[in-house]
């Protein structure tokens, strides 16, 4: 209580006080220590009881197919055509780049890659095939950006295709990246289209329906014709379409709703400066369209899975929708090859974030599916990541919110998939980011490994064998998935668990067990960011992993993530012990630049290499910092403490 109290006061005090404040932090850290040394918790026991089978792989096909939109995917691709150390940035890596053999020898390039990003094996074409829109705010007007569409209405009415920017993009992908896992993304309809009267905007530009279902999906057809073309009728029919993005929203016409009176019309901007108003649902648009899109893709790549939108809304209001959807597809014989969703962080009433309802939609989806008469078609998350417009406690989340990571961002995102999973979902498409290039972009040459060249230019001769770019840090989401590449590494078989535990919390775990060894990656996660109680985890090896009843022979690494040995997390502390944390982000941990004000970025910046040595160090193994105890039962146990929020990789063998 007195911790709580101090600290309380601490967080109030103006940073003038600092010295002060520096020993009130101290006597409340070292208070903290006794409490917690004193404290009996009741221990979290797992063992081979706990898990089930992994109902999916943990590996790049669960989580490898990365949506890039418009733009951002355009430039991806054509820095992957270069495949050069000058050009390449983000998280997109030359093959061989020294880097990753020191930092990520884990991750293999997919085959014939000359550039890679690592976890990322396939591409989710969002807005691929136009739409698009520069929005002025000041009169709230869109002008379309007609170049980008890849078809045309000419004068006499006839349809004029240019797929030359589709064409690179994807070329980029695929000989760049190496990359065979598509799914092709047919949303935000081309301007061609869609009368002027007709057009109404959202943030990612024209949200309107066809106005001609059965001329759009020719277009579907010929623009499938044209991939074969291309790129072959056995390389196409590995990829997967999918009509439309969220589209029970308002982005494949309004959204499936009652606009009849008393119920008030669908508004939205035209685009010309003034109001599009419209009583009618965009269901009837969008399932006429699916109907019709289904027979043009079925003529020319019989083969390639179809399916609906990811979905927005999926709850009771939506279920009576989607059945009738399921039901139409199936009498015309559309079929639904996959069903998708939209799920992004819940927060509670409190304003905290828990993970046990993450995929809760997955119902209404199966029900979907069982009325088109595909019960076993799979079920998927498209969109998944952080909701920076929930209603999240402001002294825990900040009121400038985006996307927490660290260590709890972490632990967020192992709890969220294991519920998803645990609930049907066999993929997830993620937004998040698994690097962060704020400091490198700010001190390029700091973040280099020792020993590598840093080329201001190549002109001279210099050959670089360290990014243009420097290196970025390896984020929460990143070591994540760095993690679960060592568990199921080996063609490991996999078992997971997850529970819930008092107060919203969760514990959980996955297994990965390989002849003459074993992984488990260990959650202990809180839904308030701030909390900080440790538990002990004992872990029971069962006697065939242990290979015999010697505990003392057995090896034991680990890695562990937590507020200590997160860099994102060090950071922040830094910042915040400095007075250089932007305002409104409370002690939120986030990407830098989303928390760094302009004189903390400087000085994050003049320390680059100590923040890359310290990431770097965060994804190495080392030695067991816990017990290793015979079990009265047989086997072994392993005893460590987790704090909330946390992660532990534990990897043994004999």
């Not at 009433?349 to 809760?360: I, K, Q, S, T, Y």
């Not at 001190?443 to 670089?464: E, M, Q, R």
Request: charged share 15%; with cysteine; hydrophobic share 45%.
């Amino acid at each position: 209580t007195v911790s709580v109290l101090n600290w309380g006061e601490y967080i109030r005090l103006p940073l003038v006080h600092s010295e002060w404040k520096a020993a009130m932090l101290r006597a409340v850290l070292a208070a903290a220590a006794a409490a917690s040394a004193a404290a009996v918790f009741d221990p979290v026991v797992i063992a081979d009881a706990n898990f089930s089978a992994s109902p999916a792989p943990w590996d790049a096909r669960f989580t490898g197919i990365q949506p890039l939109p418009d733009l951002t995917g355009q430039g991806v691709a054509q820095r992957a055509a270069k495949a050069s150390m000058q050009h390449v940035r983000g998280g997109q890596f030359v093959v061989g780049d020294p880097f990753l053999a020191a930092t990520l020898p884990g991750w293999a390039p997919p085959a014939g890659a000359k550039v890679t990003r690592p976890w990322v094996t396939g591409l989710a074409s969002v807005r691929l095939l136009g739409g698009l829109a520069v929005h002025n705010a000041s009169d709230d007007t869109y002008a379309p950006i007609y170049d980008w569409d890849c078809v045309q209405r000419a004068a006499d009415g006839s349809l004029v295709y240019n797929w030359t920017r589709v064409d690179a993009t994807l070329d980029g992908f695929l000989e760049g990246e190496g990359l065979r896992d598509f799914l092709i993304v047919l949303d935000n309809v081309p301007y061609a289209f869609v009368a002027e009267a007709n057009r109404y905007y959202v943030s990612y530009g024209l949200a309107s329906p066809p106005d001609d279902p059965a001329e759009f999906a020719a277009f579907i057809g010929d623009f499938a014709a044209h991939l074969v073309a291309r790129y072959g009728a056995a390389v196409v029919a590995a990829w997967r379409f999918r009509l439309g993005a969220e589209a029970d929203g308002p982005r494949w016409g309004p959204p499936w709703a009652n606009y009849t009176p008393p119920n008030p019309p669908f508004v939205a901007p035209n685009g010309r400066g003034g109001k599009y108003t419209s009583r009618t649902s965009g269901y009837e648009a969008y399932t006429e369209t699916y109907i019709a899109v289904a027979a043009a893709l079925r003529r020319v790549v019989p083969h390639a899975a179809f399916g609906p939108s990811n979905m927005c809304g999926l709850n009771s209001r939506t279920l009576s929708w989607l059945t009738e959807l399921g039901r139409r597809a199936r009498a015309a014989g559309a079929a639904l090859g996959f069903a998708a969703a939209s799920e992004y962080s819940q927060w509670s009433h409190d304003g905290l974030a828990p993970v046990a309802g993450m995929g809760n939609g997955a119902s209404v989806m199966q029900a979907m599916l069982a009325a088109a008469g595909e019960p076993k078609a799979p079920l998927e998350v498209h969109e998944w990541g952080w909701a920076p417009w929930g209603k999240w406690d402001p002294a825990v989340f900040g009121t400038a919110a985006t996307t927490p990571t660290g260590a709890w961002g972490a632990a967020w995102n192992l709890g969220s998939l294991l519920y998803q999973r645990q609930r049907g979902i066999s993929r997830v498409l993620h937004w998040l980011d698994a690097f962060d290039s704020t400091v490198a972009n700010r001190n390029a040459s700091g973040t280099c490994l020792p020993g590598t060249t840093w080329c201001a230019t190549t002109l001279s001769g210099c050959v670089p064998t360290c990014r243009h770019a420097g290196n970025p840090l390896v984020a929460a989401l990143g070591w994540l998935l760095n993690a679960l590449q060592h568990v199921a590494a080996g063609g490991a078989t996999l078992s997971e668990f997850v529970e819930a535990t008092p107060g919203g919390g969760v514990i959980g775990a996955v297994k990965g067990t390989v002849p003459g060894g074993a992984s488990y990656l260990l959650l202990h996660f809180a839904p308030n960011a701030s909390a900080d109680a440790t538990r002990r985890f004992r872990v029971h090896i069962a006697a065939e992993d242990a290979h015999g009843t010697d505990c003392a022979a057995l090896t034991v690494r680990q890695q562990i993530l937590n507020r200590t040995t997160s860099v994102e997390d060090a950071i922040e502390a830094e910042l915040y012990a400095a007075g250089m944390k932007t305002p409104g982000t409370a002690r939120n941990v986030e990407r830098v630049d989303k928390i760094a004000t302009a004189a903390g970025l400087k000085h994050l910046a003049a320390r680059a290499a100590d923040w890359t040595a310290l990431n770097r160090k965060s994804l190495q193994f080392t030695a067991f910092e816990g017990t290793v105890l015979p079990a009265a039962a047989g086997g072994c146990d392993l005893l460590l403490d987790l704090p909330e929020s946390s992660l532990g990789l534990l990897t043994l063998m004999r």
